[in-house]
Every structure is written in structure tokens, then in C-alpha cells.
């Protein structure tokens, strides 16, 4: 499945995969939806809830509105703090300069704080392939390494793990006894191994959450430490940001950062807020600005999309995402804000992920920027919808369409199907081109539709 | 001059639930109100909308407004296709033509506490039961009938507001306001997860001891009800109007 990706991602086959295994799928939900609900009760604490996320909405749109002046001054300011800063096109010059960068200092042993970034960007098996060790050091993500797998999450990577799995996973890799899966023992076991790392490594690699364009600076939010501790110890330090990270200042910080953490996981702040301004004594600090197709983003209707502050609550809200899995979307960043973003890189294979969607909006209101999620996947089909794996599809709409047009047409084919429905043997009735009748029972046919009632109506009223 | 509301009958209630239609007449008269059903009534395109065919949703938009853009209002039993017909035929409609129509078209209850008012609401039918509320999506998020559990502002709901002035009425609400997994063709395309969601809303109802289900769009309870029924799970499903008309038959 890794190495060789299918064209086309199948949404509701991989969802009807995950669904088999039906106490981990409602473990899944109920975890999730427990972190929905320590978001409200987090949300709910601020009074002002509603017009924070209005004033981040309007602080990403007017940063992205004026990228190009925020991303000089950005620029301009870190360089002024002995930040180097770094520009990549796409996805293979990021890794080109990280390795670049990491082989001009001589560095064989890299320590990663999360960064989706470098997910999108495929840094580890780069760098691996040079001979480099990457060691993920958030938790989460650690587990998911160890076990050769991806992220199904952005803030809880290995939430499609139950912990007699991460047992199983630690005990091949870090020697724990396979038979205990307490947490706590787990845990003590992986920030042993880590602290190994983080002692032995040559290099932090960190992701950045916001970049403030009039300082010059960065921030990192963590709730393990692990990018304090990764950044503390080494003298070189490897920043990677997307362009639409950037904020205008310090100022707007505390609007987002009381966004962040009560929309990700209901916490009131992340652990660790750290400020990076710039490279400690003797040490250097690199920090690369990655485009990947942000700014072919930015001139689209797709714009909005790009004022994602990655906390994940689109996911854990979203009744599909929770029952699906992360990994049915086949993408970086799954959930609704993933399925929004995939169809900027490949409509063709991700065409599946806009219809993985009931419309239910619940997305857009816990956004913390106040994205229009279900509109954008909404907006996507008129294109996903050609792809050949829909032709049926298309034409049984078009079918109804016709019907639907011909109103006598229409009302004689219902009649006559409300007629013959209930003398039909079901074997008939359900079968395998009845899509409907898979999981549920049809509905029953009333003896007289409201137009031959009304009508009925209309003559006795005449008659008086 | 009394106003004239039109009634609008989603196709499937025609043919399906034509109580809820019927019910849905007789709470829009007994207020007062001269109603008109004007034909021929057509899907209002939806499913076509939502699936990016929009050449095709544009002829069931415009068919809809040539019907009923005349009126002073139009109310449907169904916050869905009302939805539709409110924002999605936005860019489908001559702009200036939507902008004219949009604010005339009523999902039942919003139509019954905005322009009747709960203190002139004439309900006279009794009903001493349990019942279980269903607030569909396009209800609570497009319609915006009541306070979703996602948005930190005052609770309120439209729906309830208008139920609970049924005599004897005892509303439950269940665990989540989540999505039941209908979502128009999703119910098909995405089958297993469509009806997972249900299952969880039907569960999550009978886990308050409620065994009838009521809502504003019959779509939901057609989706709820098909898998209440392939389950053998006891649960009933009725359309608020049923309950309002007092069309609610116990045998």
C-alpha cells in the first residue's frame, strides 16, 4: 500500500475497511468525539469565544491578502537576528537544502519535533536514504516511526493505535514486555529511548506554527517538550515553515495561540509555547520557507484554506472522519481541511474525498480561522464528479434528472412504483444494484400520495 | 388581504410521506393563512446541486422560482430542501432573482415562531408522549433553527420553541447534535459510514428512553428509519408537523 499508491483513492471502500473492525471503529469515534468535547467545554470558558475566532479569521485573511510584503519582512527581520533564511520551491528542494544543510555540518543524527510539513514534503525517507537517522520525538509520531506506518491524525498521529499495539510496537523495537500496555509504563519506556536521541543527536529538526513577520521570530507548540529538548542540546537547528504561517506580529499572537490548544485538545494553552528569535551562542539557525503549491493556493478560490492553523478539530468533529479513520483519506492531512486541500494537488486521486462529506457543516463552526470547509468540498465536485470512477454514478443522476424534469412523467413512474413495491418479493427489491437497501429497508410506499390527497381535498371542499 | 403562503412538497414526501404534507397544510390554515399547493411541483435539485451537476441543478432552480417566486411565502416541511433553495441556488439564479426569492421560503417551524409568533400560534391538538428531537444538519447549521453545540452563544431553538407549545409534550434531546449520515446521495456512495452515523443517532436516542423520533426533515427519519427497521430496533419516526396537526395515529 506504501510504496505503491493507487490512482485512485477510494474513500468509501477504505472507510468500509475501517468499519469492520467495529469496537476499534467506535473506540475511534468515542475518543475522538471526547476531544470534541473537552474543546467545547474549553471554548465555552471564553466569553468571547465567537469573536476571537472572527479576529483570527480576519488576521489570516489580511496576512494572506499581503503575503508578499509579510513573507520580505519576515525575511528581512529574522536574517537581522542571524536566522538564515532559506527558500524551496516544491517538495525536492526542501529536502535537497535540509540535506544540504545537514551534511555541510557533518550531521548524522537528526531529532524531529512534529511538522507536518515534512510529512508533506517526504524529509525522512530522504534523509534516511543518505544515510541520515531521523528520530520523530513526539510520542505519537515516535510509535507511528517505530511501526513503519503513517500518521492518521495531525495532533494525535497514532490515535488508529490501541495501546496492546503500541505493546507490541515497543516491545520489537525498545524491548518492553509485549504483555504490558499500561501507559504510564509505555510512556516511561519511549522518553528513556528518547532521551538517547535527543543526547546523541546532531541536529533538531522543528516545525514552525506561527511566524512573526515584525520580529523576525517563530513559534513552537508542544505539549511533550520534545522541541525544547531537541533544540536545547544540539548547536544546529533546522526551522521548516510553510509560507502561510506567517502573522503579522507578536501582538496577534495570544489571539491564536488561545485558539489553538482549546480547539486542538480543549487544553487552555499547549505545555510548551517556545519563541525562537535566534540561534544560540555558537550555534546556527536555519529556517526554510517551503511554497509546495501554497502560492499557486493563494491566487485560487482556494485561498482561505491556506489560514489553516492545523489543530485538528475539523477532524475530530467531522461524524465521517471519526468513523473512517485517517488513513481511508490517503493523504498528509486527512479530515474535511485534508479533503479541501487535496484537491489543490490532485483532483484525479483525491476525487473521492470531496463526496466523503454529508454536508453537515460541523466543520466550519468549530473552525478556529472560520473556514468554509463544507462549501469548499461542496465547490470541488462539479470537477471531482468527472472522474471515470463516477460515470455510473453520473449517469443513474442524469436518469433522475430527467424524471425529475418531466413532472407527468415523473408522478406516473412514482404511482406505478408505489403500486407495485408492495407486491414485489424482496429478493427483487433488494438486491446488489439497490445501493440504499445494503444497510437499510426502503421506504413504505403511502397508499395515496399528497398530490392525489390534496386533489381529493380540492373536490370534497367543492362539493360543499 | 390575508397572505397566501405557498406550500412546497419535497418530491419524496409527496409520494412517501404524504401525511406530513397534509399535516403541514392543515397547521398553515389553521393559523389562518389562505394556502395554495401550485403545480407542478418539481425536486428542488438538490441532489443534483450537491453533486456538482449543476447544469442540471440550474433547471430545478429556476423551475422552482418560476413556481413560487410570486408568493409572499413559501414554507416546506423540510429545513433541507428550503436550504437549498435559500443558498445553493445562489450563482444558479440571476442574482437578482434569488435575492428576491431567498427570504420568502420557510422551513415550517422557523415559518410558524418568525411570522406567526409563539404567543399567536393556534396548536390545539394535545400530545402527552415522549419524543425524542432530531435536529438535522441543514436545520441547526444553514437554517441556523437552533444553537448547535459547536457555536458558544445562547441556546436557543426554533423548533423546540414551536413544539413545546404542544400540550402534554415531553422533548429529549440525545447525547449529540451530530449528522445522522443521510446526506443525500453520501447515504449511498459512502453506504457503511452513512449507516453507522445512523445507527449511533438511533442508539443515542433509545440510551434517553425515547421511542419516537421527530425532526423536520423526513429525509433523516426515511434514512434512520430504513435501518431502525433492518435492525429490528423498536423506534418510531415522525415529522414534527404529525405531531402539530396532531396526525399522530397509536394503535
Redesign the interface.
Known amino acids: 500500500m506504501k510504496s505503491e499508491e493507487p490512482t485512485f483513492v477510494n ?2 471502500r477504505n ?2 475497511e475501517f ?1 469492520r473492525d467495529s469496537e476499534q ?1 467506535r473506540w475511534h ?1 468515542r475518543a475522538l ?1 471526547f476531544v470534541r468535547q473537552k474543546r ?1 467545554t474549553a ?2 470558558s ?1 466569553p468571547e ?2 469573536e476571537l475566532r472572527r479576529a483570527a479569521e480576519a488576521i489570516k485573511a489580511h496576512t494572506l491578502e499581503h503575503l508578499g510584503y509579510y513573507l520580505e519582512r519576515f525575511e528581512e527581520r529574522a536574517r537581522d537576528n542571524g536566522i538564515e533564511v532559506l527558500w524551496a520551491e516544491d517538495a525536492a528542494e526542501f529536502r535537497r537544502l535540509v540535506a544540504e544543510i545537514l551534511e555541510r555540518h557533518g550531521a548524522a543524527r537528526v531529532v524531529k519535533s512534529k511538522s507536518m510539513l515534512t510529512e508533506e514534503c517526504g524529509l525522512n525517507p530522504h534523509l534516511e536514504a543518505r544515510g541520515i537517522e531521523v528520530t520523530d520525538t513526539d510520542l505519537g509520531e515516535r510509535i507511528v516511526q517505530l511501526a513503519g506506518d503513517r500518521p492518521s491524525h495531525i495532533v494525535l498521529p497514532a490515535i488508529h493505535l490501541r495501546k496492546e499495539q503500541v505493546a507490541e510496537i515497543f516491545s520489537s523495537h525498545l524491548h518492553t514486555d509485549p504483555a504490558n500496555a499500561d501507559p504510564t509504563y509505555l510512556t516511561r519506556a519511549a522518553r528513556e529511548h528518547l532521551r538517547r536521541k535527543f543526547l546523541e543527536a546532531d541536529a533538531a529538526v522543528t516545525g514552525v506554527n506561527f511566524a512573526l513577520a515584525e520580529e523576525g521570530a517563530f513559534v513552537v507548540c508542544t505539549n511533550e517538550g520534545n522541541a525544547d529538548l531537541g533544540t536545547a542540546l544540539p548547536d544546529l537547528h533546522i526551522a521548516c515553515m510553510g509560507l502561510e504561517k506567517l502573522i503579522p506580529s507578536a501582538r496577534d499572537l495570544g489571539i491564536f495561540t488561545r485558539l489553538l490548544a482549546r480547539s486542538a485538545t480543549g487544553q487552555a494553552i499547549t505545555t510548551y509555547t517556545s519563541h525562537f528569535r535566534r540561534p544560540k551562542p555558537g550555534g546556527r539557525l536555519y529556517l526554510i520557507l517551503v511554497d509546495n503549491g501554497r502560492s499557486t493556493l493563494l491566487q485560487s478560490s482556494r485561498r482561505e484554506l491556506l489560514s489553516c492553523i492545523r489543530c485538528g478539530a475539523c477532524m475530530n ?1 467531522c ?2 472522519y471519526r ?2 479513520g485517517g488513513h481511508s483519506y490517503g493523504t498528509v492531512v486527512p479530515g474535511p481541511v485534508g479533503s479541501a486541500l487535496a484537491g489543490s494537488r490532485n483532483p484525479q486521486r483525491y476525487a473521492s474525498l470531496p ?8 466543520c ?3 473552525c478556529p480561522v472560520r473556514i468554509d470547509l463544507h462549501r469548499h468540498l ?1 465547490d ?6 468527472r472522474v471515470p470512477e463516477y460515470r455510473g ?2 449517469r443513474g ?2 436518469a ?2 430527467f424524471l ?2 418531466h ?2 412523467l ?1 408522478r406516473q413512474t ?1 404511482t406505478a ?2 403500486r407495485l413495491l408492495p407486491r414485489l418479493p424482496r429478493s427483487l427489491i433488494y438486491n446488489r444494484f439497490n ?2 437497501g ?9 397508499p ?7 386533489r381529493a381535498r380540492q373536490e370534497s371542499d367543492d362539493d360543499r | 388581504m390575508r397572505p397566501t403562503v405557498a406550500l412546497f ?1 419535497p ?9 406530513a ?2 399535516a403541514t ?1 392543515e397547521i398553515l390554515e389553521a393559523q389562518g393563512f389562505r394556502v395554495e ?1 401550485p ?5 428542488c435539485g438538490q ?2 446541486i ?5 447544469d ?1 441543478g440550474r ?2 432552480a429556476e ?1 422552482f422560482a418560476d413556481l413560487f417566486e410570486n408568493y409572499d411565502y413559501v414554507v416546506a416541511p423540510s429545513s433541507s430542501c428550503i436550504g437549498t433553495a435559500k443558498y445553493r441556488y445562489e450563482g444558479l439564479l440571476e442574482p437578482e432573482r434569488h435575492r428576491k426569492l431567498a427570504p420568502k421560503l420557510y422551513e415550517l417551524c422557523e415559518f410558524l415562531h418568525d411570522v406567526v409568533g409563539l404567543e399567536r400560534l393556534r396548536l390545539e391538538h394535545p400530545f402527552p408522549h415522549r419524543v425524542g428531537l432530531h435536529n438535522s ?1 441543514h436545520a441547526l ?2 437554517l441556523e433553527l437552533a444553537r ?6 445562547p441556546h436557543f431553538s426554533k423548533i423546540e420553541a414551536v413544539l413545546s407549545r404542544v400540550e402534554g409534550i415531553e422533548i429529549i434531546h440525545p447525547e ?1 447534535d ?2 445522522c ?18 445507527r ?1 443517532r438511533i442508539a443515542d436516542h433509545r440510551r434517553q428512553g425515547v421511542e419516537m423520533m421527530a425532526g423536520v426533515d423526513l429525509s433523516c427519519l ?2 434512520m ?3 431502525a ?2 435492525d429490528g430496533t423498536p423506534m418510531r419516526f415522525v415529522h414534527v408537523a404529525q405531531i402539530l396537526a396532531g396526525h399522530v395515529d397509536f394503535e
Request: net charge negative; aromatic share 10%.
Open positions: 474513500h468509501a472507510a468500509e468499519l471503529a469515534d468525539w467545547d471554548a465555552a471564553v469565544w465567537e468533529t461524524p465521517v468513523r473512517s463526496f466523503a462529506c454529508s454536508l453537515c457543516a460541523s466550519d463552526l468549530v461542496l470541488e465536485r462539479p470537477q471531482t464528479i454514478k453520473v443522476l442524469k433522475a434528472a425529475l424534469r413532472p407527468r415523473y412514482m412504483l408505489r445501493l440504499w445494503q444497510e437499510r429497508e426502503m421506504p413504505s410506499p403511502a395515496r400520495s399528497f398530490r392525489e390527497l390534496y | 412538497v418530491c419524496y414526501v409527496d409520494d412517501f410521506y404524504p401525511q404534507a397534509l397544510l399547493y403545480q407542478p411541483q418539481r425536486c441532489p443534483f450537491n453533486n456538482g451537476l449543476l442540471e433547471t430545478f423551475a444538519c447549521r444553514e448547535p453545540s459547536e457555536l458558544m452563544i449529540r451530530e449528522c449520515g443521510f446526506g443525500g446521495t453520501f447515504s449511498v456512495q459512502e453506504s457503511a459510514v452513512s449507516a453507522a452515523m445512523g449511533d426515511m434514512h428509519e430504513g435501518l427497521r433492518r
